[in-house]
């Protein structure tokens, strides 16, 4: 979403934002950066129609207002009319088996695909397009693994990836692109891979299991209490109670529990910290106090091995914790692993200069996937993106465009760091007096870190836990 003129500003600004727009050099050279403080410099189009000032902090009456249709950032509709694909493949765990890999970090941005994640793409290299249509004849699937960039100009893949299913795609007539959404599926562990002589990647993977930990107490436990933790429903089925005890929570269910653990050499409070119908309610309880997030509202998972991959993608993780994240095998770690950088990390900071943009209190969703989306650029660029309601220290560049807007009725601003000048996202402001909210901003997962609070060394990535 960068215009041309924009890269005078930073020689990389056509990698990170690939839009284009129709300001001439002239034009560009007399406009100054915005500043938040000073207001906004609106653009003045036909479709810009009864917009008439920059103060987009009006006061909407809540009887007048439209709300914004949450479910439109997920249909990714700028992509055009797409055609949909029927059915599902899923590989057996533990499997080996050989998929093509989609290798191409650019435009890729460096992604780490996590399971149920919404791909969308746009793709024009020819080798690339020739793999997808294979990939859409044969099974959709083809793998997402994340390559870092190491010391002497090569590149690094990571031992761990995704199985991405393609189940939308349209071929553009004129241009010969590919467009395409897909769906993180499964993990994988990367054990080879080799590439052909057309240049196509192909890996050999290992499936990796979801390994479910079972209740502690269903060798060991006293009997003679089931009947207290056992609904009435549950009694009159004359189900054997070992196989309800996972998911019955009733009042009784924790006073039982700590007698339970009498027969053990541990107390009730460490089992606590492994049992994953705790580990959800606390994860979502720390949304609520943390996040501006209304779980209620959003499709935010019950089931902890869902909510483990939506925290992943929906939270603000530096690659390292999603690498590891993928490593775990089941959702009981990740989600430990999830509620303690949650918990801690409160800040998001510029990942360049280390200067404070926003607070983790700010995030707030416009998707009913989660605050943070995944989307595609007319150039092909796949940007994750985090909404918040506030952020500081930004300085914007050019008009608002509603071209190839992610969230129809809302023009985009590009937004960059007020103290070293990198790409952090865009604002978005509302074409209608009437549409709530009026503002909010999009920062890219690339160019932010949360830290903890009180880390005096803020230069420094921790892992919290």
């Not at 549950?234 to 529990?257: G, I, N, Q, Y």
């Not at 994953?276 to 902890?304: A, F, G, N, W, Y």
């Not at 690659?319 to 509620?339: E, K």
Request: hydrophobic share 35%.
């Amino acid at each position: 979403m960068a215009n041309d003129d924009n890269r005078r500003l930073d020689n990389d600004m056509e990698e990170i934002n690939g839009r284009a727009d129709d300001d001439s050099d002239d034009e560009r050279e007399n406009e100054l950066p915005m500043d938040e403080e000073e207001g906004e410099i609106l653009a003045d189009e036909d479709n810009w129609v009864n917009y008439e000032s920059g103060d987009d902090d009006t006061v909407v009456d809540d009887e007048n207002a439209e709300q914004f249709d949450v479910t439109l950032p997920s249909r990714h509709a700028y992509l055009g009319e797409t055609q949909e694909l029927r059915g599902r493949t899923v590989q057996d765990e533990n499997d080996y088996v050989t998929i093509p890999l989609l290798h191409d970090n650019n435009l890729l941005m460096n992604l780490v695909l996590v399971p149920t994640q919404t791909l969308p793409m746009t793709v024009f290299h020819p080798l690339n397009i020739s793999m997808l249509r294979n990939v859409i004849d044969k099974d959709r699937t083809f793998g997402i693994v994340h390559t870092k960039y190491i010391e002497g100009g090569g590149s690094e893949m990571a031992e761990y990836g995704t199985t991405a299913e393609i189940y939308e795609y349209q071929e553009e007539e004129g241009t010969g692109a590919l467009s395409i959404k897909a769906k993180g599926r499964q993990r994988f562990k990367l054990i080879s891979t080799r590439r052909e002589m057309t240049g196509l990647v192909v890996a050999q993977v290992k499936i990796l299991p979801e390994i479910r930990m079972e209740n502690p107490f269903k060798m060991m436990r006293l009997q003679s209490l089931d009947k207290m933790v056992l609904s009435p429903a549950v009694e009159a089925a004359k189900v054997p109670h070992a196989a309800c005890l996972d998911e019955v929570r009733t009042p009784k269910f924790w006073h039982v529990r700590r007698k339970n653990a009498w027969l053990t050499p541990w107390p009730s409070w460490v089992y606590n910290q492994y049992d994953d119908l705790l580990l959800t309610r606390k994860v979502i309880d720390e949304l609520k106090k943390s996040t501006m997030l209304q779980p209620h509202l959003l499709k935010v998972p019950s089931d902890p091995q869902e909510l483990s991959h939506w925290a992943a993608i929906n939270l603000p993780l530096h690659d390292s914790h999603r690498l590891t994240l993928l490593s775990l095998n089941t959702p009981t770690q990740r989600l430990r692993y999830i509620l303690s950088v949650l918990s801690k990390c409160k800040i998001l900071s510029c990942i360049h200069c280390f200067g404070t943009i926003a607070s983790t209190a700010d995030i707030f969703s416009m998707s009913v996937e989660g605050p943070q989306g995944t989307f595609v650029n007319p150039q092909g660029y796949v940007h994750e993106m985090l909404t918040l309601t506030k952020a500081t220290n930004l300085t914007y560049y050019g008009h608002p465009s509603i071209e190839y807007s992610w969230f129809p009725g809302y023009a985009w601003t590009v937004a960059s760091c007020g103290r070293c000048q990198n790409h952090m996202g865009w604002k978005f402001t509302a074409t209608k007096r009437k549409l709530k909210p009026q503002k909010f901003y999009g920062l890219t997962r690339k160019s932010v870190q949360a830290r903890l609070a009180e880390d005096a060394n803020e230069g420094e990535m921790q892992h919290v836990i």
